[in-house]
């Protein structure tokens, strides 16, 4: 079982930057893949960030996914944030039907 902890949220100002930390226990995810999602209130949860067990990154742009399994994390930049980038921000560790989430990290981007 691994548990997955997201921290660094907050508020920050339009055309800031914030960094996303995901904490896993329990197991180690060297051997999952890592992806971080979000979902604002009334969408539904998209996909923004995704990283291989190689350290091979896709992400939408403006950001940057990244990962470090020594320190069993994950973590997630965002730069230039805008007020629709505000929502609730999930990290996923898993593979194949074996999946896990966090509980979410609020990032709310406004002036």
């Known amino acids: 079982q691994v548990q997955l902890v997201e921290s660094g949220g907050g508020w920050v100002q339009p055309g800031g930057s914030l960094t996303l930390s995901c904490a896993a226990s329990?197991?180690?995810?060297?051997?999952?893949?890592m992806k971080w999602y979000r979902q604002a209130p009334g969408k539904e949860r998209e996909l923004v960030a995704s990283?291989?067990?190689g350290g091979t990154a896709n992400s939408v742009p403006r950001f940057f996914i990244s990962r470090d399994n020594a320190r069993n994390s994950a973590y997630l930049l965002m730069i230039s944030l805008k007020s629709e980038d505000t929502a609730k921000y999930y990290c996923?560790?898993?593979?194949?039907?074996?999946?896990?989430w966090g509980q979410g990290a609020q990032v709310t981007v406004s002036s």
């Open positions: 996923r560790a898993g593979t194949g039907i074996l999946q896990y």
């Open positions: 329990g197991s180690t995810c060297t051997s999952y893949v």
């Open positions: 990283i291989s067990t």
